[in-house]
């Protein structure tokens, strides 16, 4: 199992997005990910983790695929931030229901 990644690195909207996305395992620690501007990306969790797009060249943290691809493993951390992510978004939901009741 590659190492997981430190939380303070991890976007959110990054992590949501990558919950969505189709993983394909290639290899012991290689992943298709299912991409936006290109059918797919090849992400090598080996460390030190690496994905080709854009994003993970420019900027240089974990991009969208790798943490998609961690998830994929069941990265713990992720799967975490990733429930308590979802767990804020359903409370927010709830009370913005709640609200429209009152005053509809
Ligand atoms: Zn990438």
């Known amino acids: 199992m590659p190492n997981t990644l430190p939380c303070p ?12 996305r189709v993983v394909t395992r290639v290899g012991a620690n290689r992943f298709l990910v ?6 797919h990306y090849l992400v090598d969790l080996d460390e030190p983790a690496s994905c080709r797009c854009r994003d ?8 969208l695929h790798e943490l ?18 979802l767990a804020d ?3 927010e939901i709830r009370t913005m229901r709640a609200r429209r009741q009152r005053t509809a």
């Open 9 to 20: 690195t991890v976007d959110p909207d990054r992590l949501r997005r990558a919950a969505a």
């Open 34 to 39: 299912e991409g936006r501007h290109e059918p």
């Open 56 to 63: 993970a060249q420019v900027r240089g943290g974990p991009c």
């Open 68 to 85: 998609a691809a961690r998830l994929h493993v069941g990265d713990g951390d992720l799967v975490l931030i990733l429930g308590r992510l």
């Open 89 to 91: 978004a359903d409370r």
